[in-house]
């Protein structure tokens, strides 16, 4: 049977895709009407907007007609999407889960924060960052008796001239030892997140918990995708900063444990080797850099961060 590459799907064969066979004049009446559609944005005023319809459009018709899509598998998009719609509300958004475990989150990072002689990489945002933390003062905890292993996290924010950045704001959440984050329990709550200011030379500590491995919300359409094309739902442990100061461009990034089982096989694609690090478990009866008695083991890790200018 002879093959047939729709238009602008030269390549789809390279990975694999099997194509149905198509009549050259089946190929004009489909490519008829992307022209069509292509040609209803020719009057829009805003030329990036232009632009990304224009390619949107494109792209989506190539794989609506490289995998010749069924009217029943696009009502099943459709409804996939709706429910993803119904179940999003001011704490849980379906739609950055979604973004998350099919690499378009992490691939939009990577192009908005290329390299830059060595300041720290960024990775993905993640469905749970709230604007009103709680403000803690340097070496507080951030726990709130939140569940969990305490850790103890300290280092620098610089500039890539290792200038030392005073007054950087650092935000900072996790997840507690169940794998649930505050606003899962309860919209109002806060624990296991905060923001505080770096010192004079740069530095900061608080105290945290030692981040462990857990499931995205799973109970969804997203959950349900992932189950279907048999991934896990797990992420690998992490801790999440947002980091911010002027002149600086603001980093959004994780901290994963080392040796971490998970690690590569995160749902969400978020890690990065240069974001692996030592957390250092301390038994029992240790003592703490502050001095602090704790009844059990608790961890210690220690990250520099290094921000980039603000226009690269």
């Known amino acids: 049977m002879a093959t047939h590459v729709n238009p602008g799907s030269a390549q789809a064969g390279d990975h694999g895709t099997i194509h149905r066979e198509v009549s050259p004049e089946q190929q004009t009446v489909e490519q008829r ?9 020719g009057a829009c005023q805003d030329p990036r907007l232009q632009e990304l319809m224009v390619s949107l459009v494109k792209h989506l018709h190539s794989f609506i007609r490289e995998v010749r899509l069924t009217e029943e598998e696009w009502g099943v998009a459709i409804d996939f999407l709706t429910k993803a719609g119904h179940i999003t509300d001011e704490v849980r958004q379906e739609f950055i889960l979604l973004s998350d475990t099919l690499g378009a989150s992490m691939q939009t ?9 060595g300041a720290t990489e960024a990775t993905v945002f993640g469905p749970f960052f709230v604007e009103d933390s709680p403000a803690i003062e340097l070496g507080d905890d951030l726990a709130f008796g939140a569940p969990g292993e305490p850790c103890w996290v300290e280092g620098t924010v610089t500039d890539t001239d290792g200038t030392p950045l005073a007054g950087a704001r650092i935000e900072v959440w996790e997840a507690d030892e169940d794998g649930l984050y505050d606003v899962q329990y309860d919209a109002g709550k806060r624990a296991g997140r905060a923001h505080l200011f770096s010192a004079a030379d ?8 030692t981040p462990t491995p857990y499931p995205i919300p799973n109970d969804g359409p997203v959950g349900k995708m992932l189950d279907a094309v048999g991934r896990s739902p797990l992420r690998a442990s992490h801790l999440h900063f947002m980091v911010s100061h002027e002149g600086a461009r603001t980093l959004v990034t994780h901290i994963f444990p ?8 995160d749902t969400v694609f978020g890690v990065k080797d240069s974001l692996i690090k030592r957390f250092e ?6 003592a703490t850099p502050d001095g602090r008695v704790i009844d059990g083991t608790w961890s210690r890790v220690r990250f520099d961060i290094v921000l980039a200018p603000v226009d690269v």
Do not use: M
């Open 33 to 41: 009407l992307v022209d069509s559609v292509v040609a209803s944005f």
């Open 202 to 209: 740069g530095s900061y500590r608080f105290w945290g918990l």
């Open 258 to 265: 080392e040796g971490d089982p998970i690690g590569r096989k």
């Open 281 to 286: 478990r301390q038994p029992a009866g240790t």
């Open 109 to 117: 990072i990577n192009i908005n924060n290329q390299a830059y002689e």
